[in-house]
Structures are given as structure tokens and as C-alpha cells.
């Protein structure tokens, strides 16, 4: 079946540094979701790239889909306190199915 | 306040025991999930509805029980024969209009303890 690896699987920074996680799938993709779940929290979505070398942006957060539609990354410029949590990117292959990946845990240190 | 809700937000069952976790939504979303987290596992998708009266299972659906009665509403059972059924339960549902540009939206999850 369709798989989804995320690495890392832990990231701490110090606060002010660049962060990135990557996100590889075994198949194309129709879509990629990237969701941020807080601790304690629940997942909560952030964005979804849908085209071929996509590149999208959020504030300090850029999020790009490779050429090929299998791999995907998530970068925060400058990281804050406020950025902790888990990143998932979730793939979405030609069904209703999303299959997420592992996940990166961002810690930052003030 | 449209959202899903879950609860309770913390369960303890004895083991053996079946124990079923609600979820509601008034989002007006014809699809629900149900995924299981475990700690370094990410979500993994245990069933999942497109419609009323009509389910999928998931990747995970071994010792599960879903029911789809209603639209709003996508209740889980974990029964006895789910070897290790401790674990975080999130909800969640999205408008299901094909998948193609679905985002799911989550409930805020029952952490489910197994004694």
C-alpha cells in the first residue's frame, strides 16, 4: 500500500534558526496536506499542494511539492516558541484515504 | 459553534470490557474518519464514511466497530478482541466531495487507557 515517510522524526532548535521537515510518498500524488498538531492538541490543518512544483507560503512557513508529486517540504524561517508541535504531511493518492506520515516533533529552545 | 466534538475527553475501561467513543459533528460534512495515535506512529485510519449508512475499513480496523446512523453523528466501538486498544482517538470529518481537495477538520480527541 501507499506509504508516506517524514523526517525527521525530531527536530530542536534554537529559537531563531530555520527548520525544515521532509516528506517522501512511495506513489505520485494527487495532493499533499501538511496539518500542526500542538501539545495536547488535536491535528489542525495548514495547507494543502495540489500542482507540480508548487511552492506556497505562510508568513515565516513555506511549503513546496516536488516535480514529480512525491515528495513535499515544510520550512519555517526564523522559528518561535509559538511554532512547537508535531508537522504531519498527509498524502492523498486517488482515493478518499489520506495517509499521513510519521510526523516531525519541533521543539525550540527559547 | 460549528465543530466535531468528542468525548469524553479521558476513558478508563477495564480490559475485556467494550467501550464505545462518540463523535458529532455540525459541520454538515458527508465524511468521517476515525485514526488511532500512538506515540511516534503518527495517525493511522481505523474506518472511515462517505455517506450515511455506508463505511470503509481502514488500515487498522481489526477489533473496531463503527456504526454511521446519522450524518452528524460516527461512533467507535473498541471491543475486547482489539489486542492494545490504549491509545489517543481523533475524529475527524471533511466535506467529501471527492477526496481530490478534501481537508479534514479533527475533533479534539478521547484518550482511551486500557487497566
Known amino acids: 500500500g501507499q506509504q508516506v515517510m517524514q523526517i525527521p522524526q525530531y527536530q530542536h532548535v534554537q529559537e531563531g534558526e530555520d527548520f525544515t521537515t521532509y516528506c517522501n510518498s512511495s506513489t505520485t500524488l494527487s495532493n499533499i496536506q501538511w496539518y500542526k498538531q500542538r501539545p495536547g492538541g488535536h491535528p489542525v490543518f495548514l495547507i494543502q499542494?495540489?500542482?507540480?512544483?508548487e511552492v506556497k507560503k505562510q508568513k515565516r512557513l513555506t511549503f513546496q511539492f516536488g516535480e514529480a508529486k512525491k515528495n513535499s517540504s515544510l520550512h519555517i524561517t526564523a522559528t518561535q516558541t509559538t511554532d512547537v508541535g508535531t508537522y504531519f504531511c498527509?498524502?492523498?493518492?486517488?482515493?478518499?484515504?489520506?495517509?499521513f506520515g510519521k510526523g516531525t516533533k519541533l521543539s525550540v529552545i527559547p | 459553534d460549528g465543530g466535531i466534538t468528542q468525548s469524553p475527553k479521558y476513558l478508563f475501561r477495564k480490559e475485556g470490557q467494550n467501550v464505545t467513543l462518540s463523535c458529532e459533528q455540525n459541520?454538515?460534512?458527508?465524511?468521517m474518519y476515525w485514526y488511532r495515535q500512538d506515540p511516534g506512529q503518527g495517525l493511522r485510519l481505523i474506518y472511515y464514511?462517505?455517506?450515511?449508512?455506508?463505511?470503509q475499513k481502514g488500515d487498522i480496523a481489526e477489533g473496531y466497530s463503527v456504526s454511521r446512523e446519522k450524518k452528524e453523528s460516527f461512533p467507535l466501538t473498541v471491543t475486547s478482541a482489539q489486542k492494545n486498544p490504549t491509545a489517543f482517538y481523533l475524529c475527524a470529518s471533511s466535506i467529501g466531495s471527492g477526496g481530490y481537495t478534501d481537508t479534514q477538520y479533527f475533533g479534539p480527541g478521547t484518550r482511551l487507557t486500557v487497566l
Open positions: 464514511s462517505q455517506i450515511v449508512n455506508d463505511f
Open positions: 498527509a498524502g492523498l493518492a486517488g482515493s478518499y484515504q489520506l495517509t
Open positions: 499542494l495540489v500542482k507540480s512544483g
Open positions: 459541520l454538515n460534512h458527508d465524511a
